[in-house]
């Protein structure tokens, strides 16, 4: 629903923004969010825009994503809805 590169926005990850701009412009909130990446910086993002983050272990991080100090760690997109449900509150 929405798509921010590197270049839609004056900050880059890290920085909150990127990923606060990708929910409201695909019209979701915060507190219903949840980020999926595969390395340290996107953690980072996620605990700058206070949203809960799920680590893959199959990306391009470098180190083990169970050492990104993700909220959930996952081998498999199969995996994914169960982390976000004990993630997102009902």
Known sequence: AA????DSLPEQKPHPRPLL???TRAGGTPNAA?????S???VATARAAGVPVVAVT???GGRPA???GADAVISHYDELDAAIETLLPR
């Open 3 to 6: 798509v921010i590169g590197g």
């Open 21 to 23: 701009e990708a929910i």
């Open 34 to 38: 949840v980020m999926v990446g595969d």
């Open 40 to 42: 340290e910086t996107d």
């Open 58 to 60: 199959f990306g391009y």
């Open 66 to 68: 169970s050492e990104f």
